[in-house]
């Protein structure tokens, strides 16, 4: 039912307009109000403040279909998660209560800063300082590869505030957009997802409240890494949402297409190619849905699990997109189609919430 519903609102508000988001690289606007509209822009959030509840798997199904018509969109509820979630894992209550509630009423997103421009893969060799200063605590650096910085109201913010300690030095925050010496770099100009800004975010003496601190001093960097066991699972879940979107354009194509007097659905090369991609997407969901049931029970091997997801879910997305294009021949190439799309759309999931290389270091390192 869930299903259901959000492919009927994903195809009526959000699938018109993916095609102009991407050319003119602008964001999706109407994605977000039809999403928030039906309370669907962050499902994670606990009923308790205001939000849905959904449990990971809704979750995932959520931006699993957002992402077979938009992936530029599905950012929204999955990015959502990803700067929230350290709140959720680890704040005090009273910083949930703040956060929690205008994220779950539509009022606020949440984007989470993490990468630097010389920390993306070695997170724990951030530079960004944050200096406690009587109750407060001053920040200082810069975040670089921050999905949709500057629509974000709300930043999870990892910085260092024992250089001394490496990862056990490092400590989280929420730093507000309209927090002074907070702004923002130029857009990235990227090969795809190009709805979802990409900006960098500057920390210049931006002087918070202590009580601004996820959980204790020194617990960020292991808070970032079990926010990322989740919402690498969210990854996953666009991967699966753009490879199920181009198998099921290049579906009705190949009915349509007709060379040598019959439609190219009858060759059974056209056949093999299509049964190859279902395969790869059932295997893909069926990952995915496992990771997100072992999100839910908190399992032990979870880290294994959204690494595993999200590595293999990407990898089919990029091999399923690009069988897409080929299947629509020289069309396929065009912008006029929007497999090409979904092909420039599915490589950003091999790198991004840790490249796939990384994932499989923490696969090795967290084996079943
Ligand atoms: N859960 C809880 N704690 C964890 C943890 C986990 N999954 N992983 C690590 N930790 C903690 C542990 O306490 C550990 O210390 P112990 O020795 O006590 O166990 C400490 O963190 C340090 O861990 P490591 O020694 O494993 O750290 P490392 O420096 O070797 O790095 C890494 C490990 C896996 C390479 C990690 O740096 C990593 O995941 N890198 C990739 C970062 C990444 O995914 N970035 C993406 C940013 S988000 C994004 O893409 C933006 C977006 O907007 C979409």
Redesign the pocket.
Known sequence: MLRDAIRSLAEAKIAPHAAAVDEDARFPQEALEALVANDLHAVHVPEEYGGAGADALATVIVIEEVARVCASSS?IP??NK?GSLPVILSGSEELKKRYMTPLAKGDGMF??C??EPDA??????MKTKAVRDGDHYVLNGVKR????AGVSDYYTVMAVTDPTK???GISAFVVEKSDEGVSFGAPEKKLGIKGSP?REVYLDNVRIPADRMIGEEGTG??TA??T??HTRIT?AAQALGIAQGALDYAKGYVQERKQFGKPIADFQGIQFMLADMAMKISAARALTYQAAAASERGDADL?YQGAAAKCFASDVAMEVTTDAVQLLGGYGYTRDYPCERMMRDAKITQI????NQ?QR??MA??LP
């Open positions: 950012l999955a990015v990803l984007s989470y993490l990468s993306g893969s070695d997170a724990a060799g590869w921050i999905t949709n490496r990862s056990k990409t960097f292991a890494m079990q990322l066991d990854i880290t991004y919430e840790g490249t990384v270091i923490v390192r967290n």
